[in-house]
């Protein structure tokens, strides 16, 4: 059984929007992407960047926008959070997250960027997921930010 108190001590993996929980809110500290209802804002955008991520429908297609977000909590545990703004858009981005092919551009852009031999310990990855039916068809990387990089 796990509970908030213990869950400050512990790594944890989440799936869906933090903005359910006002437990995840407090432990993920303000990042460059945000979460919102249905959006994903962007604090500072890079040329070429929107300062929204907007969900969108028509019938049954949508274009969503998900995160993974590797953080510390206050507690100074390790909390991964893998969210879209909608299910579909969730189960793109675990898709994603789980497969080596697409992690590892994301793994060498970690590890270049690293100043020590262990990559930057809170980051995130903004993707967009086009699914259709509520299955994720389409999953693409968006941007990257980390301690010291911002793609």
């Known amino acids: 059984f796990l509970n908030w108190g213990a869950a400050r001590n512990v790594h944890l993996i989440l799936l869906g929007a933090p903005e359910l929980s006002a437990w995840v809110q407090e432990s993920f500290a303000r990042s460059n992407f945000a979460m919102e209802h249905d959006a994903i804002t962007n604090a500072r955008p890079l040329p070429g960047e929107l300062k929204a991520y907007r969900r969108s429908s028509a019938g049954n297609v949508v274009d969503d926008y998900g995160l993974i977000w590797m953080?510390?909590?206050?507690?100074g545990s390790r909390l991964l959070l893998m969210a879209g703004l909608t299910?579909?858009?969730?189960?793109?981005?675990?898709?994603?997250?789980?497969?080596?092919?697409?992690?590892?551009?994301?793994?060498?852009?970690l590890r270049s960027s690293a100043k020590s031999a262990s990559i930057p310990t809170d980051w995130q990855v903004l993707l967009h997921i086009h699914a259709?039916?509520?299955v994720p068809l389409e999953v693409s990387f968006v941007s990257l930010r980390a301690d010291g990089i911002d793609r």
């Open 87 to 109: 299910s579909a858009g969730t189960a793109g981005v675990g898709d994603f997250f789980c497969d080596p092919d697409r992690m590892r551009p994301i793994y060498e852009r």
């Open 132 to 134: 259709r039916d509520n």
């Open 71 to 75: 953080a510390r909590s206050p507690s």
